[in-house]
């Protein structure tokens, strides 16, 4: 949600798949975490997969959308190509050396090397990832 | 036709507005422009961000400042503008 003004400009989208094994919660935690320290925002892939209008228009003109499965099944990845979404910005976190199990403790190093592999994702220049150049992005914002 | 501008008041939202406007003139069209600012009501609209713009309900623009001719476009494609 916007919680200040002209929130949306170049933060990035920080979605996480969440799903119910250790990798799936590293995802959401990663989320939490890079949101709180102010690397980017989390969003609700929740809100996107049930094709809430809203979530939809906000991911298609997010900047920099960095989407986070925990294993290969890939089930943010098919929420966002559902939506026609490229991937641009793409972590499987099985792919970092994680094992995936069903075991929901999750450990601070582990955490934190999805944290690392996210900034690194984000910082990842596409050739495929031309700005989009339909409206104006950015705050500037002097008010809040 | 209703359309809403969500975001707190700060310029990029107020240019929003101003966008906004000047494309409703200059289609003729009748359209109520609503400056939607509360925080809570904002966020029962799903966006990540502001400045959004919605049409007759449907979020059409979110995180930036909308173009002219997209908010005519969306004008037209509920029948209000032939610009």
Same mark, same amino acid.
């Given at each position: 949600?916007?919680?200040? +003004? %002209? &929130?949306?400009?170049?933060? =990035?989208?920080?979605?996480? +798949?969440?799903?119910?094994?250790?990798?799936?919660q590293?995802?959401?935690?990663?989320a939490?975490?890079?949101?709180r320290e102010?690397?980017?925002?989390m969003? %609700? #892939?929740?809100g996107?997969?049930?094709?809430l209008p809203?979530? =939809?228009?906000?991911?298609?003109?997010?900047?920099?959308?960095v =989407?986070?499965?925990? %294993?290969?099944?890939?089930?943010a990845?098919? @929420?966002?190509?559902?939506?026609?979404?490229? #991937?641009?910005?793409?972590?499987?976190?099985?792919?970092?050396? @994680?094992?995936?199990?069903?075991n929901?403790? #999750?450990?601070?190093?582990?955490?934190?090397?999805?944290k690392?592999a =996210?900034?690194?994702?984000a910082? /990842? /220049?596409?050739?495929?990832?031309?700005?989009?150049?339909?409206?104006? &992005?950015g %705050?500037?914002?002097?008010?809040? | 036709m209703?359309?809403?501008?969500l975001?707190?008041? +700060?310029?990029?939202?107020?240019?929003?507005?101003? !966008?906004?406007?000047?494309?409703v003139?200059?289609?003729?069209?009748?359209?109520?422009?609503e /400056?939607?600012?509360?925080?809570?009501?904002?966020a029962g609209?799903?966006?990540?961000?502001?400045?959004a713009v919605?049409?007759?309900?449907? !979020?059409?623009?979110v995180?930036? @400042?909308?173009?002219?001719?997209?908010v005519?476009?969306?004008?037209?494609?509920?029948?209000? +503008?032939?610009?």
């Open positions: 949600m916007a919680e200040t +003004c %002209c &929130s949306g400009g170049n933060v =990035v989208m920080i979605l996480a +798949c969440s799903g119910c094994s250790n990798t799936g590293l995802s959401n935690q990663a939490v975490e890079l949101t102010g690397f980017g925002k969003f %609700c #892939l929740a996107i997969g049930g094709k809203g979530f =939809v228009q906000s991911v298609k003109d997010a900047p920099i959308v =989407v986070i499965d925990g %294993c290969p099944m890939g089930c990845k098919a @929420i966002l190509e559902d939506i026609h979404v490229p #991937l641009k910005h793409y972590l499987v976190i099985t792919d970092e050396g @994680i094992e995936k199990n069903k929901l403790q #999750l450990e601070r190093s582990d955490i934190d090397r999805v690392a =996210v900034k690194r994702i910082d /990842k /220049k596409e050739p495929s990832a031309a700005p989009e150049t339909k409206g104006v &992005s %705050c500037g914002c002097t008010e809040c | 209703e359309i809403k501008i975001g707190p008041g +700060c310029p990029k939202c107020r240019q929003t507005e101003k !966008v906004v406007k000047e494309a003139a200059e289609c003729g069209v009748a359209a109520d422009v /400056k939607v600012t509360d925080v809570m009501k904002i609209y799903g966006v990540f961000g502001t400045p919605v049409v007759d309900g449907e !979020v059409k623009s995180g930036k @400042i909308s173009r002219k001719e997209d005519k476009s969306w004008l037209n494609k509920q029948g209000g +503008c032939n610009g």
